[in-house]
């Protein structure tokens, strides 16, 4: 075990190694050599020697990574310039001030003292050029990866309202936000995590808007992450969320640039990381459990009613399963008789009892919807047929379940589609396992327990400092105006006060006011 | 921590007491009680004879063995069970060596009793029933008359068994002014108690159905009788006219009709509002009571030819008010010949005038037989409910 640890110490070791600034020599071949050896056994890197600025042939050296650069742009505003063109060695200070000035016809240059930051720029999408008796290099961002265009989300998606979803490139996505929020108090900040991975996170805020205790609290989290990589959000999501042993995540995931927005505008911070198509919303409170993105291109009372339907499912889809095995297995005094006889007609002569029967068909339904969305989309179709209607009608036939149980997990599994947020919809698929076990065991005192639980878990539960619970407690009448119903947009005049502390007010009835 | 670990551990303790898997029954496990009945035996060995009115389940969309869809369902099946013993819990306790399933009278709706076992006295069944933990007041209380196995001999004409006929009918009859004739086993057993007041409950009755509808049934249930109690026996019965009269004073008539004829042509006021007040009078030392009537209706059927000017429906509603009178009046006398204080005069007294009932009260069997109750009704017609003049002649007539 010891050893284990001293190799992984001595990994470490290697890593931070590298991480040591190599200042360029003014050993034109060394410098180079230094880049290949870096470089070497990578199959897409690839160098050559050129000749550049017509006329004097200095000697250089150009680095790019195949695939990650765009080909065209590079012969025509890298390459053809340096060679082709030429200015006068008398006008410039230096050979590389020249080239910076007058041969380089891009915008993205940078100069490189340090050889590990060449190294570095790179392999994240740049060209790396050398220049023979130069102690500086250039570095020009040259990006041409081939990339999902911006498409219809797929987790989030509504009838009225934007169609645009984040996609893996960074720098897209927070295009996709600039875009709605033209503003310079927009701060998009960059940190780069992951030892080996150098992910790009970006923490997106507006300043004068945010709580600064809130972002200093988001930035510290992230600067803490320390591991070798971060390959998804999810990640990164666990690793700075406040609720490590809760069922219920406090930060929740959006795909949709519009629902980031309206985030940025409650004071809330969005961390957005590259290669996610979806972005972070910290603080995340219990009240977006109903809100989707659709509410705030409905009418209020169409969203207002969308809302409540969405609470009674959440409950519906936490409690019916056990409360429907508590009640009919302890509680037959509080069925309608007429109920009690259809229900025990239907049962009569099964061979599995209520709970078990119960407990099956809600985990083959988890089945189902696992398969469902691992299978490629033209399978996942046959599944569902499958599972729905041959599975399901078999079943009854066969007597092995009844169909008020069958009613009653398919109602179950409606109601869990209407939740917005998928963090939520998670966590009640398993606490509607916990509800049914205790349902099972204890009846409904177990149920009532259970709630109770999970209600002390949820009201002591904080995300980025802000009780989950909020506005429900500690109770803020003004931002119910936007929880189980949505007053109309021009009541709502205040922020968030849990997010927008210093600057409350959002919305004014006068004319000419100051734009916050 | 240790805390929080005895407090939880304290809950679950609790919660495991309340309520656990040892109490889980299975619906198919329970017999699902739809009625009870109680009378007295014919051999004289045993003191109760309870009758079990049940819903066996049945199999449950079983298909047919050619395998058509949908197959044959089996109906529920209603099951009456009988059994006999010395005490009621006895009784009951002879079911448990015969029925694998556990008696489940929670969902029980209606307990019917014997004629006989009502006019025998009812106080030691009503105080088993009211303490019997599973069994919910708000049973209905009907008396069968008769015995109660020719009660439940009756073949169910639109419910899947007789005490589902029975509470239909009991709750949703017809005729809305049969709708409150109903009385659970909480009012019965308060009426009984209660000083001053005498209970009442309906009577079943079992019917030979006429020609046009023998094809369908051969015995069917009818509920338009009273059965009058003084303290717990059973002291007789109106019949469905003073039934009607009956229901109007306890307020709880909605809508019935009173017919007459008038120049031999038949006519009927059906009224649809009533509204009793009722008070004390005293005249010298006696002490009697007034029930002001007023009824609100239309005349339902009538076969004059005669336009209904602003006079003619004036004395109209004189007929009517005078016709409604006398049913009452004669429902009324029929309580107090039988010396049941269904209406509850005692109980009035006692509110309205506690020093006049203190001498009432040791005595007040034979006062109320003799005790002034004065019915005064005043029958308005609203209009007609017809939608023109007579079509049929008199001369074709």
């Not at chain 1, 009690?340 to 089945?367: C, G, N, Q």
């Not at chain 1, 046959?382 to 599972?387: D, E, F, L, Q, R």
């Not at chain 2, 819990?89 to 694998?100: H, L, Q, S």
Request: glycine share 6%; proline share 3%.
């Amino acid at each position: 075990m010891s050893k284990l640890f001293r190799n992984n110490k001595k990994k470490l070791k290697e890593i931070d190694e590298s991480k040591n600034t190599n200042m360029f020599s003014k050993d034109f071949v060394e410098n180079i050599d230094y880049i290949k050896n870096k470089l070497s056994k990578c199959c897409d890197v690839e160098y050559r020697p050129i000749k550049i600025i017509n006329g004097l042939g200095i000697n250089a050296y150009i680095f790019l990574i195949n695939g990650m650069v765009d080909p065209t742009f590079v012969s025509e505003n890298i390459l053809k310039p340096l060679i082709k063109f030429e200015f006068e060695k008398d006008e410039v200070a230096s050979i590389h001030e020249g080239v910076y000035n007058h041969l380089l016809t891009v915008g993205s240059v940078d100069i490189e003292k340090d050889l590990d930051s060449l190294v570095m720029k790179i392999i994240s999408g740049g060209i790396g050029i050398l220049i023979e008796n130069e102690s500086v290099a250039f570095s020009v961002e040259a990006i041409g990866w081939k990339e999902r265009a911006v498409e219809e989300t797929a987790s989030e998606t509504v009838i009225k309202g934007m169609k645009a979803g984040f996609v893996e490139n960074i720098r897209t996505n927070t295009s996709l936000v600039r875009r709605m929020i033209k503003n310079p108090k927009l701060k998009i900040e960059k940190i780069t995590k992951g030892r080996i991975t150098n992910t790009e996170i970006n923490i997106a805020y507006i300043e004068g808007v945010v709580l600064e205790d809130l972002l200093e609290e988001v930035r510290q989290r992230i600067e803490r992450v320390d591991i070798d990589g971060i390959i998804n959000l999810g990640m990164l999501q666990e690793m700075i969320d406040d609720s490590t042993f809760s069922l219920f995540s406090t930060s929740y995931t959006t795909e949709r640039p519009d629902r980031a927005c309206s985030c940025l505008l409650e004071g809330r911070v969005v961390v957005l990381m590259d290669n996610s198509p979806f972005v972070l919303i910290a603080p995340s409170v219990i009240t977006q459990f109903i809100q989707s993105a659709e509410d705030y291109s409905t009418k209020y009372l169409t969203a207002s009613f969308a809302r409540i339907l969405r609470v009674v499912a959440l409950n519906i889809n936490l409690l019916l399963p056990g409360l429907y095995v508590a009640i009919f297995s302890y509680h037959h005094e509080m069925i309608p008789n007429k109920l009690l006889k259809a229900v025990a007609d239907a049962r009569e002569k099964l061979p599995f009892p209520i709970f078990l029967e119960m407990f099956m068909l809600v985990f083959a339904f988890e089945i189902l919807r696992e398969a469902g969305v691992r299978l490629p989309r033209a399978v996942g179709q046959a599944v569902s047929i499958v599972g729905a209607l041959v599975i399901g009608q078999a079943a009854v036939s066969a007597k092995l379940v009844s169909p008020p149980s069958i009613i009653v997990v398919a109602l179950t599994a409606i109601c869990s589609f209407t939740i917005p947020i998928t963090e939520a919809t998670n966590a009640y698929r398993l606490l509607t396992f916990i509800v049914l076990f205790a349902g099972g065991i204890l009846g409904i005192p177990g149920i009532i327990a259970v709630s109770l639980i999970i209600l002390v878990n949820i009201s002591q539960l904080r995300s980025f400092g802000v009780p989950y619970l909020s506005p429900i407690s500690p109770l803020s009448l003004s931002d119910w105006k936007d929880f189980i119903i949505r007053v109309p947009i021009q009541f709502m005049k205040k922020r968030p006060t849990q997010t927008a502390k210093s600057n409350k007010i959002r919305q004014r009835w006068w004319k000419g006011s100051d734009k916050k | 921590m240790f805390k929080i670990l005895k407090t939880s551990l304290s809950i679950a303790f609790m919660l495991v007491l309340l309520c656990s898997c040892w109490d889980r029954r299975e619906t198919e496990e329970l017999l699902l009680t739809d009625a009870l009945a109680i009378d007295i035996p014919i051999n004289d060995s045993d003191k109760y004879e309870i009758f079990f009115i049940a819903t066996k389940q049945s199999s449950g969309g079983e298909q047919t063995q050619d395998g058509e869809e949908g197959g044959s369902q089996m109906e529920a099946q209603p099951w009456v069970a009988r059994s006999q013993g010395k005490s009621l819990e006895e009784a009951i306790n002879k079911f448990t060596v015969r029925v694998p399933r556990f008696i489940f009278l929670d969902d029980n709706k209606i307990i019917i009793l014997g004629e006989k076992l009502a006019q025998r006295g009812v106080g030691e069944t009503l105080d088993y029933l009211l303490r019997k933990r599973d069994l919910r007041l708000r049973n209905y209380i009907v008396i069968s008359n008769g015995r109660v196995s020719n009660s439940l001999a009756a073949s169910p004409e639109f419910e899947d068994g007789v005490a589902d006929e029975i509470v239909a009918i009991l709750e949703k009859g017809s005729q809305e002014g049969d709708r409150f004739h109903h009385k659970d086993i909480k009012k019965f057993a308060e009426d009984v108690v209660t000083e001053g007041q005498d209970a009442w409950a309906p009577i079943i009755e079992i019917i030979t159905p006429t020609e046009v509808v023998k094809y369908n049934v051969d015995k069917a249930v009818i509920i338009n009788k009273t059965a009058l109690f003084h303290k717990d026996k059973m002291v007789g019965i109106l019949d469905r006219e003073d039934t009607k009269g009956f229901k109007i004073l306890k307020g709880l008539a909605n809508r019935d009709t009173f017919a007459t004829e008038i120049n031999n042509e038949n006519i009927t006021y059906a009224y649809n509002q009533v509204k009793v007040n009722r008070s004390l009078t005293t005249n010298s030392d006696r002490v009697g009571i007034k029930y002001d009537v007023k009824l609100k209706g239309n005349i339902a059927e009538s076969h004059l030819y005669t336009d209904f000017c602003d006079k003619a429906l004036k004395d109209l509603e004189e007929k009517f008010s005078k016709v409604a009178e006398e049913e009452i009046k004669s429902s009324v006398s029929l309580m107090q010949k039988l010396g049941s204080d269904a209406l509850g005069i005692g109980r009035f007294i006692h509110a309205k005038e506690p020093d006049i009932w203190k001498n009432y009260r040791d005595n007040w069997d034979m006062i109320y037989q003799d005790i002034d109750i004065v019915v005064k009704v005043d029958a308005k017609i609203i209009g007609t409910d017809f939608i023109s003049k007579p079509i049929i002649r008199k001369s074709i007539k």
